[in-house]
């Protein structure tokens, strides 16, 4: 093998490591909520501190199937809704302004690990592994991680940290990680 392959293929790997360049918090709002409804905010550095919160998600309570809603800064952006029926839980992803479908989150159960994936029409396939006892996912987009999803102890309302890199639409990673907490919970 040539010299000038290695040095390529060795900074192809260093190039493709997990950087993450924006991290939110997801807090659930409202334990006593019949629909769970979440504040996400951005603590990236960047970020302006004591900001509104960026997204929220609020819920549909009057739907056949629990619906939620993410909204960014007050406008509905995607919308999340459990379709009823399937052995292993289904949510399909819908984007409000253009009215359709984008996309499936699934799950399937595992002794060991838990295993999501969501195929999209618009974003792609995602993976999302984790082991509950750490309480840390890892989200792959082909085979590459793009995003880490923690859960915080000792708090009252369930609380998220997410890191997502730079070049990831962060809504449907954030999407992404309400639609796992919902799948948990219930």
Do not use: C
């Not at 159960?109 to 082991?131: A, E, H, M, Q």
């Not at 102890?153 to 907490?181: F, K, M, S, W």
């Amino acid at each position: 093998m040539s010299p000038l392959l290695i040095v390529l293929l060795l900074l192809g790997v260093v190039s493709g490591a997990f950087k993450p360049e924006r991290e939110f918090e997801i807090k659930q709002t409202s334990l006593l909520n019949n629909g769970r409804s979440y504040t996400i905010t951005d603590t990236s550095k960047s970020a302006v501190k004591d900001a509104e919160a960026l997204y929220t998600i609020s819920n549909d309570l009057i739907s056949l199937g629990k619906k939620l809603v993410l909204l960014e800064k007050g406008q509905p952006l995607y919308e999340l809704k459990h379709k009823l029926g399937h052995l292993y839980q289904k949510w399909n992803i819908y984007d409000v302004k253009a009215n359709e479908n984008i996309g499936t989150l699934r799950h399937r159960p595992s002794i060991i690990r838990d295993s999501y994936k969501l195929k999209s029409t618009k974003f792609g396939n995602f993976r999302v592994t984790g082991n509950i006892g750490n309480r840390t996912f890892s989200i792959k987009k082909n085979g590459r991680k793009v995003a880490e999803i923690q859960k915080k102890l000792l708090h009252v309302h369930d609380t998220y940290r997410v890191q997502i890199e730079a070049n990831q639409d962060p809504a449907i990673i954030l999407l992404l990680t309400i639609g796992i907490d919902e799948i948990r919970k219930h």
